[in-house]
C-alpha cells in the first residue's frame, strides 16, 4: 500500500498524534455499524430508534434485550489487525490519543492505554434514574433489573442519542484534537455531534488530517489526506512502514 511521501515524512517526526476512531474500526471483528442492516430478531428495528432515550422510556424490555444481544457479541468478538496497529502506534509516538466513539472496549482489549470513550462502554450499567454507575443488582427476574439503591430502571452505561457526553471525556477529547499535530478520524462516518466536529477543530489548530474510511463521508472534502480503505487493512501498512510493528 502506498503512502503519500509528505504524510510519511510528517508522521516520522511527530510528537503528538490523536486519533478518533468509529464503529468501522470494529466492523472487521464482527461488531456491525449502526448503519449495517441488523439481521435476525432484530431486523425489523433501526438502532437509530433503539439508542435514545425516548426509546427505553416507551419500551425499556425491547432496548435492555437489544443491548444485552449487543454486549454478548462484543465479548465473543475479537480486536482486529486495524485495532492491533492503533496499540502499536501508541507505543510508537511521544504522544498519542486515542478518542473512540465506540463502546465495545476493544481497543483497550488490543492493548491500547490511553483510551478516552466519548460515549461510554456497553460492558457498564447505570441507573436511569439517578445516573450513577450500578456495580451489581439482585437478579428477580424483571427485565430491565432495578437499582438496588432507588429503584429505578437499570439501563446500559453507553450515551444515546440526544444525550450530552461525559464532560471530562469530552474535555479530554477536546484537548487531544487542539494539540495534535496529525489528527486521524478512522471509521466514522462523521455525522454524529459533537464528536464529527473533532477533525476540523483540530484541523483550526493546524493539525494535518486524516481520514481512513472505505468511502466518502462529509469530512472526506476537508480532510488533507482522504486514504479510501478498511482500517484493518490500512493502519497495519502504515504502522509497519512507521517501524511501531
Ligand atoms: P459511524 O458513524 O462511526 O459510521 C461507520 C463508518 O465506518 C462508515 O463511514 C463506514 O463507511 C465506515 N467503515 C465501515 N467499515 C469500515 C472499515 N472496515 N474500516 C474503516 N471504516 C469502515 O458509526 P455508526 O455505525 O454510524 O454509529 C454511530 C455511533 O453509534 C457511534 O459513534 C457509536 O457510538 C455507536 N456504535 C458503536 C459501535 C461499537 O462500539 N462497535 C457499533 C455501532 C454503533
Not at 508522521?11 to 461488531?31: N, W
Request: glycine fraction near 8%; charged fraction near 20%.
Amino acid at each position: 500500500m502506498a503512502f503519500d511521501d509528505a504524510l510519511v515524512a510528517l508522521l516520522r517526526r511527530a510528537e503528538r498524534v490523536s486519533v478518533l476512531t468509529g464503529a468501522g474500526v470494529s466492523a472487521e471483528s464482527g461488531v456491525p455499524t449502526f448503519r449495517d442492516a441488523q439481521t435476525g430478531l432484530w431486523a425489523r428495528f433501526r438502532p437509530e430508534e433503539l439508542a435514545t432515550p425516548e426509546a427505553f422510556r416507551e419500551n425499556p424490555k425491547l432496548v435492555w434485550e437489544w443491548y444485552a444481544w449487543r454486549r454478548e457479541l462484543c465479548a465473543r468478538v475479537a480486536p482486529n489487525a486495524g485495532h492491533l496497529a492503533l496499540a502499536a502506534l501508541e507505543r510508537r509516538f511521544p504522544t498519542f490519543r486515542l478518542i473512540t466513539q465506540n463502546v465495545d472496549g476493544l481497543h483497550q482489549r488490543a492493548g491500547s492505554r490511553a483510551v478516552v470513550e466519548l460515549h461510554g462502554n456497553i460492558t457498564t450499567t447505570r441507573c436511569f434514574d439517578d445516573g450513577g454507575v450500578v456495580e451489581s443488582w439482585e437478579e428477580l427476574g424483571e427485565v430491565p433489573p432495578r437499582c438496588p439503591r432507588c429503584g429505578g430502571l437499570l439501563r446500559p452505561g453507553v450515551v444515546w442519542f440526544n444525550e450530552s457526553l461525559p464532560p471530562r471525556a469530552l474535555e479530554a477529547a477536546t484537548e487531544a484534537a487542539q494539540s495534535a499535530e496529525v489528527f486521524f478520524s478512522i471509521g466514522t462516518s462523521a455525522l454524529v455531534q459533537p464528536a464529527a466536529s473533532l477533525p476540523l477543530l483540530a484541523h483550526e489548530h493546524g493539525a494535518i488530517v486524516v481520514e481512513i474510511n472505505p468511502g466518502p463521508t462529509p469530512l472526506s472534502q476537508r480532510a488533507d489526506y482522504a486514504i479510501a480503505g478498511r482500517a484493518g487493512d490500512v493502519l497495519p501498512a502504515l504502522a509497519d512502514l512507521l517501524g511501531a510493528l
